[in-house]
């Protein structure tokens, strides 16, 4: 299939499209009015089984749990083409920005949370194509039942896709980081890793969720990234986290943009607190041919000891390298 069929954004809205809309969701079976489904501790809920050609336009899903944390224990996976391991694995809702555990409302073009008092919508707009099959899941990892709503959109095509035609990924690690004895990093190996992968694509952005363990400042970590197999320098080499993020001079504002942001989840001034910051390339993606190691340095010369956790974002051909794995719940709850 060419580029002709991918359609869309204001420009091409009146442009005749080739395919079929369907949705997959939780509306009740019986014509009732219970239209969720109730995910059990250590039950997988499989969202949806799709057969393609097909590309997942929209997610949109709200519900409840009745522990705190609980959406960063839950697991969202998404299997392409019948792949053994999945292309997407992270906590529910990091995947859609609620780092720490905890929403908060925020507009960003390809994510957002819609949070009405205690509840929130979580909305993805990330094209996600695949010629065979999509499967898409949710296991609870905590200890009470989980309530969820949840559509997801996705056009059917006649024609499969060629293979020019890459396969949308996300993954989840965190870190404590490690705080290095130097001034001076001309290596990037001690940095933060945001995302290792191999084969063909782009790196499309990431959310990262910090919550610094000591007083001051723990920006001023340069991002790296290096790309197909590059040593020193890397292709892409900033200045700082508040730079690389589109801010400056550090993140005393919150804000939502298309493509960055600031989200708060508590009220401290002095850096003390949690924060989620975001940097979609939309606009800008950074392509690979082999290879790419998207870094960042904790604190200036990585001299910081924090709580880092990210979502990578990226296309890529298949099969990937599993570059990270989810820790258990007792390792993914947020620092006190």
């Given at each position: 299939m060419t580029e002709k069929y991918f359609l869309g954004g204001l420009k091409d809205l009146f442009l005749q499209r080739n395919y079929k809309m369907k949705r997959e969701s939780s509306w009740d079976r019986t014509g009732g009015n219970r239209d969720f489904?109730?995910?059990?501790?250590?039950?997988?809920?499989?969202?949806?089984?799709?057969?393609?050609?097909?590309?997942?336009?929209?997610?949109?899903?709200?519900?409840?749990?009745?522990?705190?944390?609980?959406?960063?224990?839950?697991?969202?996976?998404?299997?392409?083409?019948?792949?053994?391991?999945?292309?997407?694995?992270?906590?529910?809702?990091?995947?859609?920005?609620?780092?720490?555990?905890?929403?908060?409302?925020?507009?960003?073009?390809?994510?957002n949370i819609i949070c009405s008092g205690n509840l929130s919508a979580f909305n993805s707009y990330f094209p996600m194509p695949f010629n065979k099959n999509a499967r898409l899941e949710i296991t609870n990892e905590g200890e009470r039942d989980v309530?969820?709503?949840?559509?997801?959109?996705?056009?059917?095509?006649?024609?499969?896709?060629?293979?020019?035609?890459?396969?949308?990924?996300?993954?989840?690690?965190?870190?404590?980081?490690?705080?290095?004895?130097?001034?001076?990093?001309?290596?990037?190996?001690?940095n933060y890793l945001i995302l290792y992968a191999e084969g063909q694509g782009h790196y499309v952005g990431t959310i990262v969720s910090l919550k610094s363990r000591k007083p001051g400042w723990w920006g001023e970590g340069d991002d790296m990234i290096f790309v197909d197999g590059e040593?020193?320098?890397?292709?892409?080499?900033?200045?700082?986290?508040?730079d690389y993020f589109l801010a400056s001079y550090g993140f005393r504002q919150e804000y939502n943009a298309p493509f960055h942001g600031v989200i708060r989840t508590d009220d401290t001034v002095d850096w003390s607190g949690r924060y989620v910051i975001y940097r979609f390339h939309i606009e800008d993606p950074i392509p690979f041919r082999k290879q790419i190691k998207v870094t960042i340095e904790h604190g200036h010369a990585n001299d910081r000891n924090d709580d880092w956790s990210s979502i990578a974002y990226w296309y890529q051909t298949e099969p990937h390298k599993e570059f990270t794995k989810i820790p258990p719940v007792s390792d993914r709850l947020p620092l006190i």
């Open positions: 489904r109730i995910i059990k501790p250590g039950e997988t809920l499989i969202l949806a089984d799709l057969d393609g050609p097909a590309i997942i336009k929209h997610m949109w899903f709200t519900g409840s749990g009745r522990e705190l944390y609980w959406l960063r224990k839950l697991i969202f996976k998404i299997y392409w083409d019948n792949e053994k391991n999945p292309s997407v694995e992270t906590p529910f809702g990091d995947f859609f920005g609620a780092g720490h555990g905890i929403a908060r409302h925020f507009i960003s073009l390809p994510l309530t969820l709503y949840y559509h997801i959109d996705y056009a059917v095509y006649e024609e499969e896709f060629d293979k020019k035609v890459l396969r949308f990924h996300a993954k989840w690690r965190r870190e404590i980081t490690k705080p290095e004895q130097t001034d001076i990093n001309l290596t990037g190996e001690k040593k020193w320098p890397p292709s892409i080499h900033g200045t700082g986290t508040e």
